[in-house]
């Protein structure tokens, strides 16, 4: 199925009921390129592109370069278009109201299908998925709808908005199924189609940016494996995974990857590629971007593209597409310079170099105009070219680039230029540029060059009238005056001619907009100016003759007409209110009279009432409000406008104020200010549908009769006018044409062709547009020309020089440039006038001159004084009081320079002079050309550097070992024994009880005392007996232990033993002391230094020491030279040798006499400067010589000094007369002389020893020097290589330091961890044993209550119903008092019980109510029941919450492991970066260049004796090294012997020690046995020896007795006296006495119930509960209250009964503190049970089975009685106490109390109190 494209394309727009034909326009041709779109550019095949023009899509043949059109069906324009991958379609969304988008199949371009609904107004962006089964589709604003399209079936499968702001692109995944991204401004979103329970659905993830700042992303592609890169604004591409920046990636040293915005990404056979706004394409390895991930904080990942081309200068690629043709490297890119390029991105050496196939203007057309002679056409832009066309063969004819922008372009007449080539441009910096177009064929050859091209344009004039963008260019009617207009607020005027000059300009009060001339029928010639912000000027024209003179080109005389306009439309609408509300009120005063005649007609009483309704709604209709006046605050801006008469123009207006023409007029009233100027249109006309869209431009054709607009919307309108309508007022119907861009590409120029047959459009979408005006049946007739005339050239214009172009932005304009020449002459005259009065002062002061000389040369006598001369003093004072203020201003004025260079100088000082510990000194030998300099030496600022390195060395944290080394806690003993506890107990009574006890009697407390003596002596042993122990244990080895030496050994074996890699293998580990970091090379670096220094210094200081020495030796020379003069005084002169010249210390030897000077010294220096000056040398170079003169001075002054004081001494004793002398004097003198010639030969003797001395040492300190100079240029170089490795590592420190921050992080994180799991497993353990305690206590809780139960009763099941019943209760409160009281149960609700509960009561009765108890059933059996099911639920209670906090520690461990694992897991990751990270490093430090100076016998790197070419695979080592190893080998032979010797004594040591282990164990087995039995045969259970030992007397047991015994005699005086006194005192009566024995015989009889119930417990393994709570003893009634009828119930029972019982071995806990714990216990004998204060005797034939136990010693020694232990029933105020074994006291104990024995069937008379008491006391 297809559609039809004629009905579907948009057509024109024609008035109805008009005879506009719909061809009036036909398309021609598009010469534009909208290049700033997105997308622009699509192939659908290999050689048509397809792209967006406007209202136009575009089909390019890249071959014939033919175009084919394909409209828009809305008219709004084009939206995106993409191809299909099939190539077979290719989708065009579109823009307007409710677009639709049309696929096209290729290339019969027939509509296949039409998807509607997509969005509200434009789209975007469209993409096929890569099977081309579904398109999505994002709109533009404001819905920005995502839409994806089952397209052959025209549905929607899927819509969801996709952001708030602009979305650029949307695309498939072409890897992952259903997943979709979007990207645009600040944002990126993945998409996914997810099926949920309600369908399909879109779900959409926004990239976080996170720490990197937000970008628009412009381009990205989607990675197989689900990861998207994106690019950024600033060049980088970042790499996203699961809605995050993952890294960002750059080039190396932190480079972004493009030099701008990237725009577009594609995966290419493997690669990624890039394209960005700098030109370039760049290729990168996808495995390296996929896997990429950042090493610090910084979130950078670096990496360097594989291979990139730079396409051009000066071009920014914005899309690309690859050519259909199968395994091709030819890509087509989208240029936003305006170009479409070709590009070979094969990367390969055949690779071709880039092709620009079209070139087209960049951005919007700021200026368009046509020739008045030829099909013509020139352009120009923003994109600094202007562009000729041939409309009419559709071709370029040539182009012109200049470095700034065009803004306006204007042909100019032929009248001027009779070739009709002249074009007039306006830039963007106000340059006005006059430009001659020419056929280059049509001149005259010229050697040397050629012509090629049909027209060429060159520079025949550059003005720059202006300093802001040209604006409009306009040339009068006679074409003898141009005028430019700018946006500076000024307009210029030009005379016509073969050069352009200027006349002058006006300012206006706004920006100009346009300029029109006056045409030929107004009698004036003027100019009107239109301004931008509604003001119009009209300007006469200037006379061309009348140039302005002065310093400036400002026309201020011309007669000016000021206009400004002021808004009327809302007062247009009010009045057009008005008038429709008139005519609606006319209508219906119409339609009330009709009705009024219909009324009278029928009633007249109806007349009335209708009138008064009528009245009523003329009433409402009048109090709605007109709308009201408005004025916008900013005025409309003026669009264009073109004169009607003369004075009278017409406007039309921007913004507000849109929507009709305004024929305006100038007021005669021009006094006032223009810029406070209101004036108002005198007419309008209604244009058709601009309310929103004004008119941007205007032109008419040669006639007049048909005018043309362009629009803001991008669409033309053609009006038919009459010629001479000024009026308008035939501008009623019109055609219209959808052209440009309906959004940006506001038609902003139109124009006619010289002869009509052309219309052509130029927009701000770039595009322009030529349309015929005649049936192309006529047009083909027409153009039967074929191209254009291109004018030819001038005369003799080869040989022209080019003209001077200005291409300086900031070049001065007209105007500036001549106010700077009226500057510079005014400057000029003021120099010329200074020149004069300074000849006059220099004549003046030469014939002052004159007359000074003519008067000294005068006789003295009339010679005048100097004074004389002077007219007045104070001239003279004056001028010095003024000099010297002038001089302190100039000081202050050059304060701060002084200050500066005075700061100069002490930096310089500080870097040059003071960091100078030791400058350079040479010491020069006497005799020989020998010399030896010191080293020059700077401070050494590092010393502390290292100090402070060593320190940070030492401080280092330890190895990465340490966290393996974890701690095992010691297992804690989880039994206790039974003794330990005891003896604890015991030994803090006994401390607690010694100081508030009372005292016992002597022999008690005696042996109290003994006994605690003896167990503190057991207990010192048994102390010093584990301390001892534990000193042997602790030094016994554990199962691993290893001798110290033998690991050391292994250590070192570990480290010098096995496959060791080289340092350059790319295996090498690393090991721990060896690796480097900056801290470590920074000491290493700064110890090297210390060492040369100290090395120089020592040298320093001897070459110091030899010059002082031959400073000491010249001085001593002079001396001996003085001497020597002294002695050959003396001496005849034939006899006297030559005196030896004394050596002079050379400047080198003493540069600190550099700086000394004297003022000789100082205006010696300034006489040769001034003889120096005169020889033109520059200053530099003439103080050098200066400095060396002055040098060469000092030395010669010295020299002569010298010899003329060795001259001097010519005269002697001997140039006087020789006398006579006698024989004495002779000999004498003979003596004298003898011994002078000693001593001159002497002198000269040392003199020349001492010469010769220096110089030998010199020599040899010379020689010294040289071998230092050799280990110091050694060391320079080892510095070199360490400053080279110290940089090196300071590249990987952040790295390093990041990664070991991670790691100790993870091993503290591992570390704590792991002391949480051993806390928790710690308190897990010590719940489990109160798991463990609680279990036990409800088994013997149960026990209880079944030995509670007895035998044969009725009630068991009922009983242990209630007791097994749970029941829900509140939680304890605690009373003031502590104790605790519970509430009452809810024994209604939850009464769930265990698996006896189901069982149903057995009985044949009713069921009993378990909450009350039950008749014939013992209340107190009942209430015990209720009391241990209490205790059963609290124990239940505590167990089931130790159960839930176990199982939460065991959770919380699992956690804790888990996350143990993942942060091991991370440790290790970090171990391997780091050890990744080191090995890279010293990798790395591998490759640091190392210079070894080597000699020729030192390299054993031969091949059959000779020596190689190449050492790189040599290895260097040391020879004594070399030489160590090869001997270490037989020591390691000899080693190995010894250690296999100590082996296998070691293993047969190992052996024996084995056996004597095994015979040890059996001993002990062995021993065991016999030791087990001897203490089950005395205890009855196995106990600790030392416990027993140390056991001692319980002393307040014992005073608790004594108490027991005191007071028990003294009660039973006291109740025999009350018993006498109450029988004394009145008679008992019978029947109380009666009933009370009654109650005594029950309460007997229930007593032998309980012992036999406690008989059958107290069987072997039975168990008997002790008092889980101390039962409080009833408070006793006042002794007066007593009387003999109830003596029975109130009395006493003071026993001191011995229970016996055999302690069963799982009884190992009834030692414990807690009252609430269970003891367990043996069977109970009930014959076992004594009793005290008995009044009955007991029968002898009992004593034969019971005896008094005199002893503990004859109860434990009896072989038929198990272990017994003692305990006393005290008085009710004493608290109760459980039942301790007597092993507990040992068989040493005589104290205990002998008490006698009770037969059990001997009658006791007790209150039913003591029995209730009794039996709380053993049952509870």
């Not at 201003?889 to 030791?918: C, D, P, Y």
């Not at 030094?1035 to 690991?1047: N, R, W």
């Not at 970090?1470 to 591998?1486: S, T």
């Not at 009370?1636 to 069987?1659: F, M, T």
Request: hydrophobic share 35%; with cysteine; glycine share 6%.
């Amino acid at each position: 199925m297809y559609y039809s494209y004629e009905d579907l394309c948009s057509r024109s727009f024609i008035t109805a009921d008009s005879n506009i034909p719909h061809n009036l326009l036909h398309l021609s041709h598009s010469f534009g390129y909208d290049c700033g779109r997105r997308g622009n550019l699509q192939l659908l095949d290999e050689h048509i592109l397809a792209f967006i023009a406007g209202n136009l899509l575009i089909l390019l043949d890249v071959h014939t370069k033919e175009q084919r059109y394909i409209r828009s069906s809305s008219g709004g324009g084009i939206g995106a278009i993409m191809a299909h991958p099939s190539k077979q379609y290719f989708a065009v969304a579109e823009k307007g109201r409710h677009p639709n988008i049309i696929i096209y199949e290729y290339p019969s371009l027939r509509p296949y299908r039409i998807l509607r609904g997509g969005t509200g107004s434009t789209y975007s962006y469209v993409d096929f998925n890569r099977d081309g089964s579904l398109l999505a589709s994002v709109g533009g604003a404001p819905d920005y709808m995502l839409t994806l399209w089952d397209w052959r079936q025209e549905q929607v499968t899927l819509c969801n908005k996709a952001f708030g702001q602009d979305v650029y692109r949307v695309t498939f995944s072409p890897d992952c199924v259903g997943q979709l991204t979007t990207s645009g401004s600040g944002h990126i979103r993945f998409w996914k189609m997810a099926n949920t329970f309600t369908g399909l659905k879109l779900q959409g993830l926004l990239g976080s940016f996170g720490k990197t700042t937000v970008t628009d992303i412009e381009g990205y592609v989607e990675l197989p494996d689900g990861k998207v890169v994106s690019g950024s604004e600033w060049g980088n591409m970042l790499l996203w995974e699961g809605g995050l920046i993952k890294v960002e990636i750059c080039r190396k040293g932190r480079r972004t990857c493009h030099s701008g915005t990237i725009y577009q990404f594609n995966l290419d056979e493997g690669e990624l590629m890039t394209i960005g706004s700098d030109g370039v394409v760049r290729s990168w390895n996808l495995e390296t971007i996929d896997t990429a991930d950042a090493v610090d904080d910084s979130g950078l990942f670096e990496t360097e593209p594989m291979n990139e081309i730079t396409v051009g200068r000066n071009v920014s690629l914005y899309s690309m597409v690859k050519s259909s043709i199968p395994e091709t490297s030819i890509w087509f890119a989208q240029d936003s310079k305006g170009s479409i390029w070709k590009l070979d991105l094969s990367f390969s050496n055949i690779t071709q170099d880039p092709k620009c196939l079209f070139s087209f203007h960049a951005g919007a057309i700021r200026g368009m105009d046509v020739s008045e002679s030829s099909h013509l056409m020139a352009t120009t832009a923003l994109d600094s070219s202007v562009r000729v066309f041939d409309f009419l063969s559709k071709k370029e004819l040539t182009i012109s680039r200049f470095k700034q922008g065009g803004t306006t372009l204007t042909w100019a007449s032929d009248m001027m230029n009779s070739a009709g080539g002249l074009l007039v441009v306006g830039f963007d910096d106000g340059v006005v540029r006059l430009l001659e177009l020419y056929n280059p064929q049509s001149l005259h050859t010229v050697t040397g060059r050629t012509r090629s091209g049909d027209a060429e344009l060159r520079l025949r004039q550059a003005l720059k009238p202006h300093n802001a963008p040209v604006t409009a260019i306009a040339y009068e009617r006679n074409r003898k005056i141009m005028a430019t207009g700018s946006t500076d607020s000024t307009v210029f005027f030009f005379t016509v001619g073969e050069r352009y000059e200027p006349i002058g300009f006006v300012t206006v009060p706004g920006p100009v907009q346009g300029l029109e001339w006056s045409p030929q029928s107004h009698g004036k010639n003027t100019l009107l100016i239109l301004c931008q912000n509604g003001h119009v000027v009209e300007v006469q024209c200037p006379d061309p003759g009348a140039q302005t003179g002065g310093n400036s080109f400002q026309l201020s005389g011309l007669p000016t007409m000021h206009f400004c306009f002021r808004s009327i439309k809302s007062r247009i609408k009010r009045d057009a209110e008005v008038a429709l509300r008139q005519v609606r009120k006319e209508e219906k005063k119409k339609e009330r009279e009709e009705r009024l005649k219909k009324l009278l007609e029928q009633k007249s009483e109806a007349t009335e009432e209708e009138l008064h309704e009528k009245a009523k709604e003329e009433e409402e209709e009048e109090e709605v409000e007109l709308p009201p006046l408005y004025v916008p605050s900013q005025p409309s801006p003026l669009q264009c406008g073109f004169y009607s008469t003369p004075g009278s123009f017409w406007l039309s207006m921007g913004g507000y104020d849109s929507g009709y023409l305004y024929h305006c007029k100038f007021s005669e009233q021009q006094s006032e200010d223009p810029l406070e100027r209101k004036d108002e249109p005198f007419f309008f006309l209604l244009v058709h549908d601009t309310d929103q869209n004004p008119i941007l431009t205007i032109t008419f054709n040669s006639s007049r009769q048909l005018l043309l607009c362009g629009m803001e919307d991008g669409s033309i309108r053609a009006y038919p006018i009459q010629a001479s309508d000024h009026q308008l007022s035939s501008m009623q119907a019109y055609w219209a044409l959808s052209v440009h861009d309906s959004h940006y590409g506001h038609v902003c120029h139109i124009r006619f062709s010289f002869d009509d047959m052309f219309v052509l459009t130029a927009g701000e979408d770039g595009n322009i547009f030529s349309f015929s005006c005649l049936p192309e049946e006529e047009l083909q007739k027409a153009m039967q020309l074929k191209h254009a005339k291109v004018p030819s050239p001038r005369v003799g214009l080869e040989m022209e020089k080019a003209a001077q172009d200005i291409e300086d932005p900031s070049a001065y304009s007209i105007e500036t440039a001549k106010q700077k020449l009226e500057l510079d002459r005014m400057h000029k005259e003021a120099e010329e006038r200074k020149q004069e009065r300074r000849k006059k002062l220099a004549e003046l002061q030469s014939r002052f001159q004159a007359l000074l000389e003519q008067n000294q040369s005068l006789p003295e006598h009339i010679r005048l004084h100097r004074l004389e001369f002077e007219l007045d003093l104070r001239f003279h004072t004056e001028t010095e009081r003024q000099t010297e203020e002038r001089v302190m201003e100039v000081r202050k004025e050059l304060a701060w320079e002084e200050e500066k260079h005075r700061i100069g100088l002490n930096k310089l000082q500080t870097m040059f002079w003071e960091s100078v510990v030791q400058d350079t000194v040479t010491v020069y030998a006497f005799k020989s050309g020998h010399k030896i300099s010191n080293y020059r030496l700077l401070a050494l600022s590092a010393i502390q550097m290292h100090q402070h390195g060593t320190a940070a060395s030492q401080s280092a944290p330890m190895e990465q070992e340490h966290w393996r080394n974890k701690a095992q806690p010691g297992k804690e003993s989880s039994n206790i024994s039974l003794q330990d506890e005891l003896v604890t107990d015991s030994v803090m009574q006994s401390g607690k009880m010694q100081s508030g006890s009372r005292k016992l009697a002597s022999r008690e407390a005696e042996k109290l005392r003994k006994a605690a003596e003896k167990a503190e002596k057991a207990q010192a042993m048994i102390e010093k007996r584990k301390k001892e122990w534990a000193e042997l244990y602790a030094s016994k080895p554990s199962e691993d232990y290893e001798d110290p030496k033998d690991v050391e050994a292994i250590r070192l074996a570990k480290e010098k033993m096995g496959d060791f890699k080289l340092k350059s293998a790319k295996d090498f580990t690393v090991p721990e002391h060896l690796r480097m970091n900056v801290e470590k090379k920074r000491v290493q670096l700064v110890e090297l230094e210390k060492k040369i220094f100290d090395k120089k210094s020592e040298m320093n200081s001897r070459v110091m020491a030899l010059r002082d020495s031959k400073v000491e030796i010249v001085s001593q020379l002079h001396a001996k030279v003085e001497q020597l003069q002294a002695i050959q005084q003396h001496l005849p002169p034939e006899k006297r040798h030559p005196l030896p010249a004394v050596p002079v210390l050379m400047p080198e030897e003493m540069p600190e006499r550099k700086h000394r000077y004297t003022r000789a010294t100082l205006e010696r220096y300034a006489t040769l400067r001034v003889k120096m000056a005169s020889t033109g040398l520059d200053a530099q170079q003439n103080g050098e010589n200066i400095l060396e003169l002055l040098e060469q001075e000092t030395q010669d002054t010295h020299t002569e000094a010298q010899n003329t004081h060795i001259e001097v001494v010519v005269e002697t004793h001997f140039q006087k007369q020789e006398e006579e002398l006698t024989e004495l004097e002779k000999e004498m003198r003979e003596v004298e002389e003898t011994r002078n010639l000693y001593q001159q030969d002497k002198l000269l003797k040392q003199m020349e020893d001492a010469v010769w001395r220096f110089d030998a040492e010199l020599r040899v300190l010379r020689h010294e020097k040289q071998e230092l100079d050799v280990y110091m240029k050694l060391a320079d170089l080892r510095h070199v290589t360490l400053f080279e490795e110290l940089l090196l590592l300071k590249e990987f420190e952040k790295k390093e330091d990041i990664l070991q921050e991670r790691l100790t992080t993870y091993i503290q994180e591992e570390q704590e961890i792991w002391a949480k799991m051993h806390e928790f497993k710690k308190q897990m353990e010590l719940k489990k044993r109160d798991i463990l305690r609680l279990e036990g206590k409800e088994k013997t809780l149960t026990a209880t209550f079944q030995a509670s139960l007895g035998e044969n009763n009725k009630f068991v099941e009922f009983l242990t119903r209630v007791f097994k019943k749970k029941i829900k209760r509140t939680k304890k409160k605690e009373t003031h008092g502590g104790e605790d009281d519970e509430d009452d149960s809810d024994e209604d609700s939850d009464e769930e019980s265990d698996r006896d509960n189901d069982e149903d009561y057995d009985d044949s009765e009713a069921p009993l109510d378990d909450s009350v108890c039950p008749p014939n059933c013992d209340p107190e059996l009942f209430d015990n029941t209720l009391r241990l099911r209490e205790h059963r639920l609290d124990v239940e209670e505590q167990l089931q919450e130790d159960i839930k906090i176990v199982d939460s520690l065991k959770k919380e461990c699992d956690t804790l492991a888990k996350k143990e694992k993942i942060v091991q897991n991370n440790r290790k990751a970090a171990e391997g970066d780091l050890e990744l990270i080191n090995r890279e490093k010293q990798q790395r430090l591998n490759e640091v260049d190392v210079v070894v100076p080597l000699r020729l016998h030192q390299i054993e790197y031969v091949n059959k004796g000779l020596l190689l070419g190449k050492l790189d695979s040599a290895l260097v080592l040391n020879t004594a090294d070399l030489q160590h190893l090869q001997k270490r080998i037989e020591e390691l032979q000899e080693e190995k012997t010894e250690q296999r010797e100590l082996y296998k004594h070691a293993k047969q040591q190992h052996i024996q020690l084995r056996h004597d282990l095994k015979d040890m164990e059996a001993r002990i087995k062995e021993s065991e046995v016999p030791c087990e039995q001897l203490m089950l045969m005395k205890f009855g259970q196995l106990v600790e020896l030392e416990v027993l030992q140390t056991l001692s007397g319980n002393r307040k047991v014992e005073e608790m007795r004594q108490e027991v015994r005191e007071r028990d005699g003294k009660n039973t005086q006291e109740l025999k006296h009350w018993e006498v006194g109450q029988f004394q005192g009145r008679l008992v009566e019978k029947k109380e006495l009666q009933r009370l024995h009654q109650l005594v015989a029950a309460q007997a009889q229930d007593i032998e119930a309980l012992n036999d119930e406690i008989y059958a417990l107290s069987r072997k393994d039975g168990h008997i509960l002790p008092p889980l709570e101390a039962v409080p003893p009833p408070i006793p009634s006042p002794p007066h209250r007593h009387t003999a009828s109830n003596s029975g119930v109130h009395r006493k029972l003071n026993l001191s009964s011995k229970a016996v019982a055999k302690l069963d071995e799982s009884s190992s806990e009834c030692s414990r503190t807690d009252p609430t714990e269970p003891v367990h216990l043996g069977p109970i004998p009930e014959e076992q049970y004594v009793g005290e204060g008995t009044e009955e005797p007991v029968p002898l034939a009992l004593h034969a089975r019971y005896r008094d136990a005199e002893t503990i010693t004859d109860v434990c020694n009896s072989t038929e009685l198990p272990e017994v232990e003692i305990i006393s029933l005290l008085e009710e105020q004493l608290p109760v106490y459980r039942l301790r074994a007597d092993s507990v006291y040992g068989y040493e104990h005589d104290d205990w109390i002998h008490t006698p024995l009770i037969s059990p069937d001997t009658r006791i008379d007790l209150t039913s109190e003591q029995i209730e008491e009794t039996l709380n006391y053993f049952c509870a």
